[in-house]
């Protein structure tokens, strides 16, 4: 049995044609078809939120050396904080040294 080989820009052509659940799903085994993809800033905000809650525990909440350790500005940390609300219930946090 012979079968016809496509160009590749006949394939191209052909892949941009489909839909987008056509082209994720062709894209391989490694993306799940059935989950929800987020924008890539929405799906790093929990690990980001993690990465920086484990290195303030680990600098003892010291955010002049966690900002040095995570390399970014003090600011930064501070604005992350803040919008993963890490500042307003930081003495709840198990690891944070008494005041």
Avoid at 2 to 19: D, M, N, P, Q, V
Wanted: charge should be positive.
């Amino acid at each position: 049995m012979t079968h016809a080989r496509l160009t590749h820009s006949e394939e191209r052509s052909k892949w941009i044609e489909g839909s987008s659940a056509e082209r994720i799903h062709s894209i391989g085994p490694q993306l799940d078809c059935d989950s929800t993809i987020k924008p890539l800033k929405a799906a790093l905000e929990g690990p980001e939120r993690e990465i920086i809650l484990q290195a303030l525990r680990a600098f003892g909440w010291n955010r002049n050396e966690t900002a040095r350790a995570l390399d970014i500005s003090r600011s930064t940390l501070y604005l992350k904080m803040k919008s993963y609300g890490l500042l307003t219930q930081v003495a709840d946090w198990p690891g944070m040294p008494p005041a």
